[in-house]
């Protein structure tokens, strides 16, 4: 899912430069933003590593550079998601600490730091709130900026997102802000849009932001079918960053589609290796199980249990990934219990989705139905959506509603899960064999 990327992983750097703008026909003006200062943003690419020590030396010399700490405690977030390293949350809270302690007024960049941490906590109302604070002392700060465009995203706020990334691309045109413009547009379903976007930002921005927008270039082109062309992007985007590990995610999801599973699993394997996600380690325990192998994948899934639980103890919250694996391959009960904890909190389409699973897998197909509806309501080229969607309404009899949302699920990724397409192709069979 991009969201991966976009936000429940919040990708975290130095200064994106700007000069990109992406607003639409509306508002098609973007004056010269200010000259960029060199902090932590989300979602741009550069070597996090670098980051991280460049950050420390400074501090070692200037401990009195609350900046410094604030831009720290960003870069420790996106290191508790790469390495899955729960301690580095609390580094984060600390550095963001440290930083409020040297200067606690007017301090914008400690506020953006915390909003960082509350997104990647998924505490998105928290992350807006703390966004919001520092945007009123600065409100060019890009890294509030954009971490308000995600925390508006995820609580299913659509129409505010749009407004925040007008203004956002107003004030800060950069790579950061046009692939949030691309996904709004993904969101929405029109692929075209959000392809050409990546493009342009491609070709403007540096060699790691070509990293990052070339990967996300090439899961639209998968989804769209394009698999050379997907590849294609995908091979530009490692050899302008041979390390970055969501491309890697792309080539596993890439190798699925292409049909070469044995090629897939060990790509999974790699990315899981260094970034055990819940939703990763899931991807690859299903391609196991559509491969025969469940004893292997049996093990992966032991592996999302206890990795919810580290991150649940760091603070994360982790109700949609929950809710989500439970349906699937755990216990409906704490599936529903878990995706009701996260409507209560947000009410965005993925949340929807995962809802509306869990009360199907509760046999309450009537209340599944209308909260799938809201989940497709974008029109949103996510399969899954689709495939839940088709489900519940074959479960209600309603088989021409059920074919058409299966068929449309099965054919809007090739890059899906093996595993959840072959329990669709079934469903869909078997109303196709009752005509």
Same mark, same amino acid.
Do not use: C
């Given at each position: ?164 990334? %007008?203004? +956002? /691309?107003? *004030?800060?045109?950069?790579? #950061?802000?046009?692939? @949030?413009?691309?996904? &709004? !547009?993904? =969101?929405?379903?029109?692929?075209? %849009?959000? +392809? /050409?976007? *990546?493009?342009?930002?491609? #070709?403007?921005?540096? @060699?790691?932001?070509? &990293? !990052?927008? =070339? ?221």
């Amino acid at each position: 899912m991009r969201k991966s990327l976009m936000v429940i992983s919040v990708g975290l750097v130095l200064a994106v430069s700007g000069g990109i703008g992406f607003a639409t026909s509306s508002d098609p003006t973007s004056p010269t933003p200010a000259a960029a200062v060199p902090r932590v943003v989300p979602n741009s690419g550069q070597d996090l590593e670098t980051s991280i020590l460049a950050l420390q030396n400074t501090l070692r010399r200037l401990p009195q550079d609350y900046t410094s700490w604030a831009n720290l405690a960003v870069a420790y977030v996106e290191q508790a998601r790469l390495t899955g390293n729960a301690t580095y949350y609390e580094k984060a809270d600390d550095a963001a600490a440290r930083s409020f302690e040297v200067e606690p007024d007017e301090n914008f960049t400690a506020l953006a730091a915390q909003a960082a941490i509350a997104a990647a906590r998924h505490d998105f109302s928290e992350a807006l709130s703390s966004a919001d604070q520092a945007l009123a002392i600065n409100p060019r700060d890009l890294g509030a900026l954009a971490i308000r465009v995600d925390a508006l995203n995820e609580l299913g706020r659509y129409d505010d997102q749009l407004k925040a990334l %007008r203004v +956002a /691309d107003r *004030l800060q045109p950069s790579t #950061a802000i046009a692939a @949030r413009y691309s996904y &709004a !547009y993904e =969101l929405r379903g029109d692929l075209d %849009r959000a +392809a /050409d976007i *990546l493009r342009r930002a491609a #070709a403007a921005g540096s @060699r790691t932001d070509k &990293a !990052y927008t =070339l990967t996300l270039l090439s899961d639209i082109l998968r989804k769209q079918g394009r698999l050379e062309s997907s590849a294609r992007q995908l091979a530009v985007a490692q050899d302008a960053s041979p390390d970055y590990l969501p491309a890697l995610v792309s080539t596993a999801r890439l190798q699925v589609a292409q049909g070469d599973l044995e090629g897939a699993v060990a790509t999974w394997q790699d990315v899981v290796a260094r970034q055990p996600l819940p939703e990763y380690v899931t991807e690859l325990g299903e391609l196991l199980l559509h491969l025969g192998r469940p004893d292997e994948a049996d093990d992966q899934f032991a592996v999302v249990r206890t990795t919810i639980e580290l991150l649940d103890a760091s603070g994360v919250r982790t109700d949609l990934e929950t809710a989500l694996f439970e349906a699937d391959h755990g216990s409906a009960t704490r599936a529903l219990q878990q995706a009701r904890a996260e409507w209560r909190q947000r009410t965005s389409v993925h949340v929807a989705d995962a809802l509306a699973w869990a009360l199907h897998r509760n046999g309450r197909d009537r209340e599944a139905l209308t909260i799938a509806r809201r989940a497709t309501s974008l029109d949103s080229p996510e399969a899954r959506f689709w495939i839940h969607r088709g489900t519940i309404e074959a479960a209600l009899g309603m088989t021409d509603q059920a074919r058409t949302h299966l068929r449309r699920g099965l054919a809007t990724d090739p890059g899906l899960s093996p595993w959840q397409r072959d329990a669709a192709s079934a469903t869909l069979s078997k109303i196709e064999g009752s005509r």
